[in-house]
Nanobody, 126 residues
Framework: QVQLVESGGGLVQAGDSLRLSCAAS????????MGWFRQAPGKERECVAA????????YYADSVKGRFTTSRDNAKNTVYLQMNSLKPEDTARYYC???????????????????WGQGTQVTVSS
């Protein structure tokens, strides 16, 4: 129904910034809740940010609040994750996820998302 492709990951030093992009297929992108998840080796996958269909309602994990910003451009079928002041503990594979959900409040639960991208690796050196 929808395909997601992440890009923008890479190797950076602590304190640097990265901007991840998630390009989504489908004409109904504006109806989809979008989320950013990350998973490091040996760690559970966690939601770091999410936004509702319009981008007006946002969720951030406490670990990234104040450093990460997510937004969406429905005209481009793209969601972004701006990551500033990166820390080594941010090192993980980052996944874009989507779910058809017209609710005003985005959901941070992994099981609420139906579609997933392949992920993009973010590595932050100390």
């Amino acid at each position: 129904q929808v395909q997601l492709v992440e890009s923008g990951g890479g190797l950076v030093q602590a304190g640097d910034s990265l901007r991840l992009s998630c390009a989504a297929s489908g004409r109904a992108f504006s109806s989809y809740m979008m989320g950013w998840f990350r998973q490091a080796p040996g760690k559970e996958r966690e939601c770091v940010a999410a936004l509702n269909w319009s981008g007006a309602n946002l969720y951030y994990a406490d670990s990234v609040k104040g450093r990460f910003t997510t937004s969406r451009d429905n005209a481009k079928n793209t969601v972004y994750l701006q990551m500033n002041s990166l820390k080594p503990e941010d090192t993980a594979r980052y996944y874009c996820a989507a779910a058809y959900n017209p609710a005003v409040v985005p959901d941070r639960r992994m099981e609420s998302y139906e579609y997933w991208g392949q992920g993009t690796q973010v590595t932050v050196s100390s």
